[in-house]
């Protein structure tokens, strides 16, 4: 059986309120939630809520946006793919991710994110040039 749809929308939403205000909401992760966090050439875990926030913040010092979002129930969670920007340097960024999250009493308490690195101007620029998506929807097209 799939964990409930609402769960799901209710925790999705209060993931991209976490990724957008660099804030942790009530209700999110439980206290001693473990996180791995893969990037294109790294990989680090960290566990506990609180290390989780550094993390984030860590790597993520600049508020941005989350303009797209799609969640899935799984039997033990959820998956979402997500997709940031935010402005940094002088630049806008752009990154692509997935999170398999794990769920126990409504809370995470387990999560693998892969993340396909932050996107300077240059990079989305040169993906613009170079391929052409076949379902650019609002979004999900880095650079367009």
Not at 22 to 46: H, N, R
Request: aromatic share 10%; charged share 20%.
């Amino acid at each position: 059986m799939s964990t409930d749809a609402q769960l799901v929308k209710n925790l999705t939403g209060k993931f991209v309120e976490f990724l957008e205000t660099g804030t942790l909401p009530e209700g999110l992760f439980a206290e001693e939630v473990f996180l791995e966090f893969t990037m294109p050439t790294w990989w680090i875990q960290v566990q506990g809520a609180a290390d989780v926030l550094r993390t984030r913040l860590a790597s993520h010092p600049s508020l941005g946006s989350v303009p797209f979002v799609q969640a899935n129930p799984t039997d033990t969670g959820f998956v979402v793919e997500f997709h940031e920007r935010w402005h940094a340097d002088g630049q806008n960024w752009y990154c692509r991710e997935m999170m398999r999250a794990e769920v126990t009493d409504g809370l995470i308490t387990a999560a693998a994110v892969y993340c396909t690195g932050d996107w300077d101007e240059a990079r989305q620029r040169e993906h613009a040039a170079a391929v052409t998506l076949l379902r650019p929807t609002p979004g999900r097209s880095a650079g367009r």
